[in-house]
C-alpha cells in the first residue's frame, strides 16, 4: 500500500518538476528558491531587511510571468529525421521552421520532445536499474531515482534544445538538433516547443506544435569477425527461393520431354502448343550454405545490461556476414517460435536489424521451446551459432541436445562480470564467455569456428 502511494506521488512530483524545467530558465529557477526563503527571514521587517529582497524577487518573477501572456506567434515545424540510428551513438537530424509572422522573431529556444511514458506499477517495481548498486540506502528503498530512469528509458532517448537567434519574418530556418538514443526499438516524437524568456530572462512563454514522428533506433553494434565457418553445405528442398516463397518450388534448369508420371503442373505449356507434343520443365534442388543464429530470450534474474549484449551481438553478427551464397537464420522465441531468414534474394540485414531492434526479452522459461525449433530445422542448417544469457540446467540440456546435432555447434555465454561460471561445462562443450564490462575485447579474441 505505501509502495503504491509512493508510486503515485512520484508521478505528480515527476510532472511538477518537469513543467518547472520546460518554463522556467536556470535563473528562474534561482530566484523560485530565493523567494521562500527570504520570505521566512524577512517576516520580520523591523529586525532584517529580507522582506525586500522577498518583494523584489517576488515582483520580477510576477512581471516575467505576465509577459507569457503576451506571447503571440504562428510556427510550423518540419523534421527531416534519417532512417534509423544506433544505440549510444549521437546523431544529427534537420529541422525546418517556418516563421508565419509579419514581425521577425530572436530568441528563440526550440525544445524537441519524445513521447513521456510512465512505467505501470508492476514494471517500476520489478525494474532492476544497475545504477542503484552507486545511490545511498534511502534512494534504493525509495526509488525516486529509479522511477525518473525508468521514464527516461521509455522515452528512449536525449534532445538538446537549440538557440535561434533571430528567423525573418514570412521566412524558414533550416537547423540541427542533436539527438542521443538511449535504447533500442521505436522513438516516439511527440511535440516541439518554440520558447522565448524575454523581457527578464526568467519565465518561458511557450507555443507547443504537435508534431508527431518516430525514428528506429538500432542495436548497438561491435567489431565481429565474419561467419567463416567450416560447415557443410546442406540440401535445402526448393532451392534459395523456398525461403522466400510459399510453396514446392525448385530451380528451373531446363526443358524435356515428358515421361510417364510428370505432375501436370510441371508441363510448359508454351512449348506444348509450339511443338505439340508435351514438354515440361526440369528443376535441381540446390546445396549452399546455412547458418544457425539461435538468440536466447529468457532473461530471469539476469540484467537486462546482459539482454542488451545479447541482442548487440546477434546484430554484430548479422552485419557481418557478408557470403552472398549463404543464408543466415535469426531464431528465438517470445510470445511465439521465430525464424527470419536473410541472404540472397531474401531479406537483407536491414530487415533483421529492425527485427532485433523490437525484440523483447521473456520472464517465463522457454528453452524447451528453443531446443524444439532448433531440432525441426538443424537438417538445413550447416553451422549454428547459439548466444546464451546464463548457463543453468535447462540450458544445459540444450547445449547437450545441440551438440549431439550432426553439425558444427558454437556457444557464446554472456555473463556479468562478477558471474561465476560452471569451468568444467565451458572446457567440454567449448562455450566462448563474454564479459558486460570488456565486450568488444572479448569478441576481437572470438574465432567463430
Not at 524545467?21 to 521562500?36: H, V
Not at 535445402?236 to 530451380?251: M, R, T
Not at 512449348?271 to 530471469?300: C, M, W
Not at 557481418?320 to 549463404?326: S, Y
Request: with cysteine.
Amino acid at each position: 500500500m505505501l509502495r503504491r502511494l509512493l508510486f503515485a506521488n512520484f508521478k505528480l512530483v515527476y510532472r511538477f518538476n518537469h513543467w518547472l524545467r520546460q518554463r522556467f530558465t536556470s535563473t528562474g529557477i534561482l530566484i523560485l528558491l530565493i523567494i521562500p526563503i527570504a520570505g521566512i527571514f524577512g517576516f520580520d521587517t523591523r529586525s532584517t531587511l529580507s522582506f525586500q529582497i522577498f518583494s523584489i524577487t517576488l515582483i520580477l518573477l510576477i512581471t516575467s510571468m505576465s509577459f507569457a501572456l503576451f506571447f503571440k506567434g504562428k510556427f510550423s515545424i518540419v523534421r527531416k529525421l534519417p532512417d534509423y540510428g544506433s544505440v549510444g551513438t549521437p546523431l544529427n537530424y534537420s529541422c525546418v521552421i517556418a516563421n508565419k509572422n509579419r514581425t521577425a522573431k530572436r530568441s528563440l529556444v526550440v525544445i524537441d520532445e519524445l513521447k513521456t511514458q510512465f512505467p505501470t506499477m508492476h514494471e517500476f517495481s520489478n525494474s532492476k536499474d544497475p545504477q542503484d548498486k552507486n545511490r545511498n540506502r534511502f534512494d534504493r528503498f525509495i526509488g525516486y531515482p529509479r522511477l525518473v530512469n525508468a521514464i527516461q528509458k521509455l522515452r528512449g532517448g536525449s534532445i538538446k534544445a537549440i538557440t535561434v537567434d533571430y528567423i525573418a519574418e514570412q521566412s524558414v530556418l533550416e537547423t540541427s538538433i542533436e539527438l542521443i538514443p538511449l535504447r533500442r526499438g521505436y522513438l516516439q516524437f511527440d511535440n516541439t516547443r518554440i520558447a522565448q524568456a524575454k523581457p527578464l530572462g526568467l519565465f518561458q512563454s511557450q507555443k507547443i506544435i504537435d508534431n508527431k514522428d518516430r525514428l528506429l533506433i538500432l542495436p548497438k553494434i561491435y567489431k565481429t569477425p565474419g561467419l567463416n565457418l567450416q560447415g557443410k553445405r546442406a540440401y535445402q528442398h526448393g532451392g534459395i527461393s523456398n525461403a522466400s516463397i510459399v510453396g514446392d518450388s525448385q530451380e528451373f534448369i531446363s526443358l524435356r520431354d515428358y515421361n510417364p508420371g510428370d505432375p501436370l503442373r510441371s508441363i510448359h505449356w508454351r512449348s506444348f502448343a509450339k511443338l505439340n507434343k508435351p514438354i515440361v520443365k526440369e528443376y535441381q534442388d540446390e546445396y549452399f550454405t546455412r547458418y544457425g543464429l539461435v538468440l536466447d530470450t529468457y532473461l530471469l534474474n539476469k540484467s537486462e545490461l546482459i539482454f542488451e549484449d545479447a541482442v548487440s551481438i546477434a546484430a554484430s553478427l548479422m552485419t557481418a556476414q557478408k557470403e552472398q551464397d549463404a543464408l543466415l537464420d535469426l531464431m528465438f522465441v517470445g510470445d511465439n517460435a521465430y525464424r527470419f531468414t536473410s541472404g540472397r534474394g531474401l531479406a537483407g540485414a536491414a530487415n533483421i536489424l529492425e527485427i532485433l531492434a523490437c525484440v523483447e526479452p521473456v520472464y517465463e522459461s522457454n528453452i524447451k521451446e528453443v531446443e524444439s525449433m532448433v531440432r525441426q530445422v538443424s537438417h538445413e542448417c550447416s553451422v549454428l551459432i547459439c548466444i546464451l544469457l546464463a548457463l543453468d540446467e535447462s540450458r544445459t540440456g540444450l547445449i547437450k541436445e545441440l551438440s549431439g546435432l550432426n553439425i558444427p555447434v558454437k556457444f557464446l555465454l554472456l555473463s556479468d562480470s562478477n558471474e561465476e561460471t560452471q569451468g568444467e561445462v565451458l572446457k567440454k562443450y567449448d562455450i566462448h564467455v563474454l564479459q558486460h564490462d570488456s565486450l568488444q575485447q572479448d569478441l576481437d579474441t572470438l574465432w567463430i569456428m
